[in-house]
Each structure stands twice: as structure tokens, then as C-alpha cells.
């Protein structure tokens, strides 16, 4: 697999803490120079970005990185990012919900979210490393019943990031219509090239262009 056609599917990602917009534009630079799926940046930079990168795939964060908003202001921030420019709407669920089995209630938070998307792309961050193998089952029918484009692993900031296990069991209960974003800890070639490989279709990774581009 060429480096060309890896990037292609790479979220060119910046969201920690004390990202700069020097930070952010640098990204944004290295992703049209080096033809990524999208860059993935922190919502208040979604606007500047847009206004400096018109022709740039924006995909930002909502309910991040720990995922308790409550419904309506995830609703909010979602339909704010959008209005300012965001192409793609990465959330993340109540993980507390899946642990109370909740998850009529994760599935209707989704559908919420979706809605306010309408025809661009929702990813559903469901946090793996916090879930049991029946709850991240359970997650997968909340991502297909609600109408989710994507589901994805995992923030970055949880304890554990992606593993080929989790895309594995995803691939088994996800629907027809879902596809998988892998995130968190892909660091070099070799792990891009397996998770491609076993059917993923983004990686979110602040590495892959230091690794693969220009």
C-alpha cells in the first residue's frame, strides 16, 4: 500500500489542549499539500480554518473528549460547527449511559446528532477501552439504528487507543451502511497499513504526515 493511498484516508488530527492556530494552520497546510481525507481540529478553530482553507475537508469534535455533555448542548455545538464551517462531526457518546445500559437513550442522542448533520458525515466515538465486549456490541446496534455514518474507537485521551480486536468485533455488528474509523495510538506505517487492511476506511492520526507526506 503506497504512501499516497494511506493518506488519502487519514483525519490529519490536532486536538490537544494548547493548539495554537499557528499549530492549526500548519496542519491544515500539511494536509492539502499532502491530500488527506479531512483534517480533524478542536471547534474553535472550525471558522478560521474555513475562512483561510475554503477548499479544505473540516471535520471537528463535538462532546470531547469525555462525552457527558448533555444531548442538547452536543445538538448545539454540532449545529454552531457547522455553521461555521465544518464538513464532518466527529462526537462522542455518554459513556455512562452504556455503562447504566442505557442505550435507547445513546441511540436517540445519536439520531439527534445526525439530524442536525443531515447529509454530512456523523463519526460516533464510542471509547473503547472503557467498554465491555457486550457493551461495545450494544453500541454498534445504537450507531446503525440512529443513522451514523461512521463509528470510531476511540478520543485519543482515553487509556487505550485503537486495536484491530475492536474493528474486528465492529465489522461483525456494525450494518451495511457504517463504516469504521480507527483512532488513538496509530503511529507508523505498518499500523495504518493494518487497520486498512482489515477494512477500516479513516484513520485519525496526528502522525501520519511527519510519517508518510511531503
Known amino acids: 500500500m503506497d504512501n499516497k493511498e494511506i493518506l488519502s484516508h487519514v483525519d490529519h488530527t ?4 494548547t493548539s495554537t492556530w499557528e499549530q492549526i494552520r500548519k496542519i491544515c497546510e500539511e494536509a492539502q499539500r499532502n491530500h488527506t481525507a479531512a483534517i480533524c481540529i478542536p471547534p474553535a478553530y472550525v471558522k478560521q480554518a474555513r475562512e483561510n482553507f475554503p477548499e479544505l475537508k473540516i471535520a471537528t469534535v ?3 473528549p469525555l462525552g457527558y455533555n448533555t444531548t442538547a448542548v452536543k445538538v448545539f455545538e454540532t449545529k454552531e ?18 455503562k447504566d445500559g442505557l442505550f435507547d437513550k445513546i ?3 445519536i439520531r439527534q446528532l445526525k439530524e442536525a448533520c443531515g447529509d454530512l458525515i456523523l463519526k460516533v466515538i464510542v471509547e473503547t477501552c472503557y467498554l465491555s465486549e457486550e457493551e461495545k456490541k450494544a453500541v454498534c446496534r445504537c450507531v446503525t439504528d440512529a443513522g451514523a455514518d461512521y463509528i470510531k474507537t476511540s478520543t485519543g485521551f482515553g487509556t487505550a487507543g485503537a486495536t484491530i480486536e475492536d474493528v474486528k468485533l465492529f465489522k ?25 487492511e482489515e477494512g477500516v476506511d479513516r484513520i485519525g492520526c496526528s502522525a501520519a504526515v511527519s510519517v508518510l507526506g511531503e
Request: hydrophobic share 45%; charged share 30%.
Open 62 to 64: 463535538i462532546g470531547f
Open 107 to 109: 441511540t436517540d442522542e
Open 81 to 98: 460547527a457547522i455553521r461555521e464551517g465544518a464538513d464532518e462531526i466527529d462526537m462522542v457518546i455518554n459513556i455512562g449511559w452504556a
Open 14 to 17: 490536532l486536538l490537544k489542549a
Open 172 to 196: 461483525e455488528y456494525i450494518g451495511p451502511n457504517v463504516r469504521i474509523k480507527a483512532a488513538g495510538g496509530i503511529r507508523t506505517k505498518e499500523d495504518m497499513e493494518a487497520f486498512l
